[in-house]
């Protein structure tokens, strides 16, 4: 019996070294944890020279400030990420030189319930808005 505990130690074993596995991002890929329930995204370092992510990277700089510990936390709607980012992978060159009002006016039909950045232009109005409406500085 003492051979079937030690088989079934070695298959969770496995099973959490997988599950980690899976957490680690690739080589050439960063985490980022997006609006107020920061839903993980593993996406390509390539993407942060773009103009729509120097701009949501400029954003998450004013709303929280350059952070020392944690994951890179974008202030931004989740639905809004999601579309963003499947349309780079899609077409990047054809998108890739679009700001973030040019997505936004992109993804205008996007109906959002909770908004991403502090500052917002007139224009994005519709998708962010600051994520800690009720706090006080």
């Known amino acids: 019996m ?26 050439g890929s960063l985490a980022v944890y997006v609006g107020p329930e920061h839903k993980r995204f593993v996406i390509p370092t390539r993407f942060l020279n773009l103009p729509v992510f120097v701009s949501l990277l400029n ?26 980012v499947d349309v780079l992978e899609r077409d990047e060159r054809g998108f ?10 992109m993804f ?9 950045c502090k500052n917002a232009t007139i224009s994005d109005s519709r998708i962010f808005t600051p994520l800690l409406q009720k706090t006080k500085v």
Do not use: H
Request: with cysteine; charged share 30%.
């Open 2 to 27: 003492k051979t079937g505990n030690k088989i079934n130690q070695i298959v969770r074993l496995k099973q959490v070294v997988q599950r980690w596995r899976r957490r680690i991002p690739s080589s």
């Open 59 to 84: 954003k998450a700089e004013e709303e929280f400030g350059f952070q020392t510990t944690g994951g890179l936390v974008i202030p931004c709607d989740v639905v809004f990420f999601k579309k963003l």
């Open 96 to 105: 890739g030189t679009l700001d973030l009002d040019e997505f936004v006016e």
């Open 108 to 116: 205008s039909d996007l109906t959002v319930d909770s908004g991403c």
